[in-house]
């Protein structure tokens, strides 16, 4: 059974891949390409932009691509971001299980940082593998 941070972790990976896949160059006949160039396609545009070109260049494209259009480095911030409040809401929750006894403050942290996991997780609600049973707000 997934649980609710191992979900936001593996969506935050889904994020953090390239929006890029390099392809084989395939051209027509009679086409002029050289052997050995490749194309590629944006993964979140789904039909475009298509390039064509040397591996190095078209990563050189593809990267710019990712940057102007889809503001790569803000994704790349987020990701970061997430993994560290999942990271600090099982912290939480590991240093908090190894006491008898928790105050109601300590167990009132704990619970909210797991709402924010939770939180988080709602974001992928259409996700196949998203469990409804997270879901902590009804807004």
Not at 49 to 66: K, L, Q, W
């Amino acid at each position: 059974m997934i649980t609710c941070p191992s979900f936001v972790l593996a969506r935050v990976a889904d994020r953090e891949a390239p929006t890029f896949e390099l392809v084989p160059y395939t051209c027509e006949p009679g086409c002029c390409a050289p052997a050995g160039w490749v194309g590629s396609r944006c993964l979140i545009c789904n039909d475009g932009p298509v390039y064509g070109g040397t591996v190095e260049a078209i990563t050189d494209v593809c990267r710019e691509h990712e940057e102007r259009v889809h503001d790569r480095v803000a994704v790349l911030a987020w990701c970061e971001m997430v993994r560290a409040i999942v990271a600090l809401a099982q912290r939480v929750s590991l240093d908090e299980t190894r006491t008898v006894t928790q105050s109601a403050n300590e167990l009132a942290r704990s619970e909210a940082l797991d709402d924010v996991v939770c939180l988080l997780a709602a974001m992928f609600h259409t996700h196949p593998d998203y469990d409804p049973a997270w879901a902590v707000w009804g807004g």
